[in-house]
């Protein structure tokens, strides 16, 4: 297989029910590797249960999640963790008070459970991954600085750096530069093309400037449903597409 197309997570005929209300319905998605795909659709389209239905956190009626031709759907949230998929929500839960480096050293997957944290050394591997993490983020000169007084920016890309530390396959971020400045928008674009140069990364996002910024594809949802797919200049000239954001 080309390593370059494959599909890293197929999803087909999703499916989930609140209380007979269908927030997810039919919802076939395919994931190739190195792409970054982004998830768009006005408000209660589906797509934050899309990321929960895939990272465990609610429970599919219908359907199959396959990450790397292996069915996830059922998992439990920890055992997806480690299958290799990684979720920033959009609230950071860094730790703020702790360094940028201690906040990524603990990140480390050494360190899980019980076991891992009483067993738990500062090898230079770890060292080195701080570092190269660090420096993938942008926040190599602030190791020491405790994360509490970082910007908005600086402590999202920190939680994005803590998500890089267990070497996600993929990396699921919602709304990435929601209430960021310009400077720091521009510099999580660039971020995110570089992050997917190693994964593959899916995002929900409002602001089309920034989805058309970083989009390798893009999927267009609404009322639970796909209406539309392809590359943003396709969906973005597709009428069904339009009228949907007019009409909104
Ligand atoms: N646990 C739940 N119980 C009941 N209804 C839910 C639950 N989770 C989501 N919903 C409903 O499912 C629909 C889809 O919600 P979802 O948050 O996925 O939309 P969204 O596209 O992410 O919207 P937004 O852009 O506003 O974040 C909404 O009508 C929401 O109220």
């Given at each position: ?11 087909e ?13 039919g ?7 190195n ?23 609610t ?24 299958e ?41 591997e770890?060292?080195?991954?701080c ?36 070497e996600?396959?993929i ?8 209430g ?5 928008r ?8 570089k ?18 910024e ?31 954001y007019?009409?909104?």
């Open positions: 297989m080309n390593i370059k197309n494959e599909t890293v997570l197929e999803i005929d999703l499916g989930v029910s609140f209380d007979g209300f269908k927030a997810v319905d919802f076939n998605f395919y994931l190739t590797r792409h970054v795909h982004v998830i768009i659709g006005p408000n209660g389209a589906g797509k934050t249960t899309v990321l929960d239905l895939i990272c465990g956190k429970r599919a009626t219908s359907g199959s999640i396959k990450f790397r031709n292996k069915e996830i759907r059922g998992k439990r949230e920890y055992r997806i963790v480690r290799g998929i990684g979720r920033k929500f959009q609230n950071p839960s860094i730790y703020e008070n702790l360094t940028v480096f201690e906040n990524l050293e603990i990140s480390h997957p050494a360190g899980r459970g019980v076991i891992g944290c009483l067993l738990f050394r500062r090898t230079p770890i060292l080195e991954r570092r190269s993490v660090a420096e993938e983020i942008g926040l190599l000169e602030l190791m020491d600085t405790e994360a509490g007084i970082l910007s908005h920016g600086q402590k999202q890309w920190l939680e994005i750096g803590m998500l890089l530390m267990q996600p396959e990396i699921m971020l919602d709304e990435p530069v929601a960021m400045s310009v400077k720091e521009a510099a999580t674009a660039e971020l995110i093309r992050i997917s140069m190693n994964r593959s990364v899916m995002v929900i996002e409002h602001d089309m400037e920034f989805v058309r970083i989009a390798d594809r893009v999927t267009v949802m609404h009322l639970g449903k796909i209406l539309a797919e392809g590359s943003m200049d396709a969906v973005s000239n597709d009428p069904k597409v339009i009228e949907v007019i009409g909104h």
